[in-house]
C-alpha cells in the first residue's frame, strides 16, 4: 500500500482550509487562531486535566534513517489534582508551519495551530495510584497532536493516556534540544505491514519505559489510534501481552489480524468509506471475520477520513467543513470520544454499556454492522 492512502486526509483537509482562504466574499483569514476561536472541546469527565512530556531513546536502529537510534516524544494526560501549571501547548509556531506546509494550505497564518487552545495543564499534580491506560498513535504523517481532543477526554474520566510521535512518519516533531525532525518517510512508497510492526514496536517500547515512571496499570491498556495507528493495534495486540483490547478509527486493515489479537475485544468505527457497500468495506470485513472475540463494526455518516481527530472541530472553528463531510466536527469529535471511552470503559473497567450494543438516539449517524 503507498503512501497515497496515509495522505488522503491531506487532501480534503487543505481543500477546506483553502477555501477559508479563497471562498468568494469571505473575509482574509485572520493571523491569530485565538481571534479565530480556535479551541479543542472541554473533555466532558469530573478531573481535570494534566499533561507531560518524555523523551524516549531505544537502542534500536530507526528504521527511516537507520545510522540513528529509535528516539520517541510521547505525551502522557492523566487525570490531574488540580487545574494548575501552564496551558499545554497544541503545537509550536515553527511545527504548525510544516503541519500546514504538508497539508499544501494556503492563506493562513504559518503558526495557526500553535494557537489552538487547549485543556490540560502541564505537569499538574496527578494521581499515585495505578490507572487503566490507553496508548494512542496517530495517522501516517499526522502528529501526536492530532488526537488530543480524545486524549483529554479519557484522562478527564480517569485513564492515563500516552499518545506516541513515530519519528519520521511525522510532519513535525521537536525534541528537546530543539532539533525538528520531519517525515522522511513520507517521500517514497510504503509498507504498510512493515509500518504497523515498526510501530508496534514503539507502543512496547514506550510501555516498558513508562511503566516505571509513571502511574500505568499494567494488567489494564487498551492501544488504539487514527488511520495506520488505527490499523497499528491489531499488530500490536498480537505481540504485546499486556495490551488488552485495541480499537481502529477509519484506518484501512493491510492485513488480516492475527495470533493473540484475534481473540482480543476490537472496535472498529469508521467514515461510511469502510461500511460494508463503501470503497474500503470489503478489506473491513476481512479484518472483521478474523476477530474471534467481542467486536463491533461502526460506521458514522457524514464523516471523512479526518473527521475522527482534532481537525474535525478546528475545521469547524474556522466555518468550513471537508467536502464530502456533512457532520458538524464538534459533533464528530463528541462521537469518537463517546464511542472509544464506552469501548475502553467495558474491557478495562468493566462498567456496561449499551451504546455499545445498538445505535443510540443521541447518535443517529452511527450504523452497526
Not at 487545574?83 to 499544501?104: K, M, N
Request: charged share 20%; proline share 9%; hydrophobic share 45%.
Amino acid at each position: 500500500m503507498g503512501i497515497t492512502r496515509f495522505l488522503a486526509f491531506a487532501a480534503a483537509l487543505a481543500v477546506a482550509l483553502g477555501a477559508a482562504a479563497t471562498a468568494p466574499g469571505a473575509a482574509a483569514p485572520t493571523t491569530s487562531g485565538s481571534e479565530l476561536g480556535v479551541a479543542l472541546p472541554a473533555p466532558t469527565g469530573p478531573f481535570a486535566v494534566g499533561a507531560q512530556e518524555f523523551h524516549l531513546v531505544d537502542d534500536r536502529p530507526d528504521p527511516w534513517v537507520p545510522d540513528r537510534d529509535r528516539e520517541l516524544m510521547v505525551s502522557a494526560w492523566y487525570p490531574a489534582l488540580a487545574p494548575v501549571g501552564r496551558p499545554d501547548a497544541y503545537a509550536t509556531p515553527q511545527e504548525s508551519a510544516l503541519i500546514l506546509a504538508s497539508l499544501g494550505v494556503d492563506g493562513f497564518a504559518p503558526g495557526l495551530l500553535s494557537t489552538v487552545r487547549t485543556h490540560a495543564y502541564v505537569d499538574a499534580p496527578r494521581w499515585g495510584h495505578p490507572l487503566p491506560t490507553v496508548v494512542l498513535s496517530p495517522g501516517f504523517s499526522m502528529p501526536r497532536a492530532s488526537l488530543t481532543g480524545l486524549a483529554e477526554e479519557l484522562a478527564s474520566r480517569g485513564y492515563l493516556v500516552l499518545g506516541i510521535d513515530h519519528t519520521y512518519e511525522a510532519s513535525a516533531v521537536t525534541f528537546p534540544d530543539g532539533r525538528i525532525t520531519e517525515c522522511a518517510a513520507c517521500r517514497g512508497s510504503l509498507d504498510a505491514v512493515a509500518v504497523a510492526r515498526n510501530r508496534a514496536q514503539d507502543v512496547s517500547f514506550v510501555l516498558d519505559e513508562l511503566s516505571g515512571q509513571l502511574p500505568l496499570d499494567s494488567s489494564r491498556i487498551a492501544m488504539g489510534g487514527h488511520s495506520a495507528g488505527g490499523f497499528t493495534a491489531p499488530y500490536a495486540l498480537a505481540e504485546d501481552s499486556r495490551i488488552r483490547a485495541g480499537f481502529n478509527l477509519d484506518g484501512t486493515f493491510p492485513a488480516a489480524p492475527y495470533g493473540r489479537a484475534v481473540d482480543r475485544p476490537f472496535l472498529m468505527m469508521g467514515a461510511p468509506l469502510h461500511a460494508p457497500d463503501g470503497k474500503s468495506g470489503d478489506k473491513w470485513a476481512t479484518a472483521y471475520d478474523a476477530f474471534g472475540g467481542w467486536k463491533r463494526w461502526l460506521s458514522v455518516d457524514g464523516t471523512s477520513h479526518s473527521s475522527f481527530t482534532d481537525y474535525a472541530p478546528i475545521t469547524a472553528a474556522v466555518g468550513f467543513r471537508v467536502p464530502d463531510t456533512t457532520i458538524d466536527g464538534n459533533h464528530a469529535m463528541d462521537l469518537t470520544r463517546r464511542y472509544v471511552t464506552a469501548f475502553v470503559d467495558l474491557h478495562l473497567r468493566g462498567i456496561p454499556q449499551p451504546i455499545l450494543d445498538a445505535p443510540n438516539p443521541a447518535g443517529p449517524e452511527v450504523r452497526f454492522y
